[in-house]
């Protein structure tokens, strides 16, 4: 399932296969992943798994997060990056996005986020991230023009189901524009829900997430709308999962890791960490105007 781990460019282990082999795929290639499940199953654990396999692997000059947790206390050991990992927009202190509002103006400053940086890759005559950094690696493209390396940037989503509960079409919209277009310039989604209902996973998502992890599910309902079929309601144990890719549905048993772990993780990345300047998100453009916010 899995190729080589040197050859990934955003390698997360997600479980264990049937053979007891582990389990690791690139983010760049699903490109985002949709995870689902009933309450303590095991998908904010999966969740945490992902992350900490992405800080482990990446510098932070090659990888930033966007983390938001509208239930205040799954991400919050992760504030501890917020100088170094984490994408935030200009004047926030926090790393870890709790306010939904807050939330909502940052995917929308992602958005442009992305735009701009279709148009480095236009004006370098690139068709994706990986060819552009290339490019910028190599010396091809003049940095004295406004070019310079792109982090990939990974948008950490815990229960985007309260978010789309407030603000509907407003946060579908960005995250839509994301996930049609994000993969070519290194933007990407992974969204937790346990409420993978029409309103939440709308027609619009649905089809550009199609990478997913279900947990047990609370009936086979939910479960048909997730994966398109009904195993994932007869799961038993906690972690269990079926992952959903490729027109293939494979049981895996989910990873995790301990709350002490990653905060050892967080603390050895800070006591190494030599880049200090958070990643600044751009302006919007709202109601005709141009702003900061603050």
Do not use: W
Not at 11 to 18: C, L, V, W
Not at 127 to 140: F, H
Not at 193 to 216: C, G, H, Q, W
């Amino acid at each position: 399932m899995s190729p080589k781990y040197e050859e990934e460019i955003l390698p997360i282990i997600i479980g264990r296969d049937s053979y007891n082999n582990d389990v690791i795929i690139d983010l760049c290639r699903l490109p985002h992943l949709l995870i689902s499940g009933a309450s303590g199953t095991g998908k904010t654990g999966c969740l945490n798994s992902i992350i900490t396999s992405l800080l482990c692997k990446k510098q932070s000059s090659e990888l930033k997060f966007v983390f938001i947790d509208p239930k205040i206390v799954e991400l919050y050991p992760y504030n501890e990056l917020n100088k170094s990992f984490i994408a935030q927009l200009e004047g926030e202190e926090d790393g870890v996005i709790t306010d939904c509002d807050t939330a909502k103006r940052t995917l929308d400053s992602l958005k442009e986020e992305m735009d701009s940086r279709f148009l480095l890759l236009h004006k370098a005559n690139v068709k994706s991230i990986v060819e552009y950094n290339d490019k910028c690696a190599k010396g091809l493209i003049s940095l004295d023009e406004g070019h310079s390396p792109m982090p990939y940037i990974v948008i950490a989503i815990d229960e985007f189901a309260d978010l789309m509960c407030m603000f509907g079409e407003a946060i579908e919209h960005p995250l839509f524009r994301i996930a049609t277009l994000g993969r070519c310039v290194g933007i990407h989604l992974v969204l937790t829900t346990m409420r993978p209902s029409e309103n939440v996973i709308t027609d619009y998502l649905k089809p550009n997430l199609p990478a997913r992890i279900a947990f047990r599910m609370n009936n086979c309902d939910d479960s048909i709308r997730l994966i398109d079929c009904e195993s994932a309601a007869y799961l038993k144990s906690r972690s269990d999962m079926l992952f959903s890719y490729s027109n293939s549905i494979n049981y895996l048993k989910g990873a995790f890791i301990e709350s002490h772990e990653v905060e050892s993780i967080i603390k050895c990345i800070n006591a190494r960490q030599k880049d200090y300047q958070p990643y600044i998100l751009p302006c919007v453009h709202d109601d005709n105007k141009y702003s900061c916010f603050p």
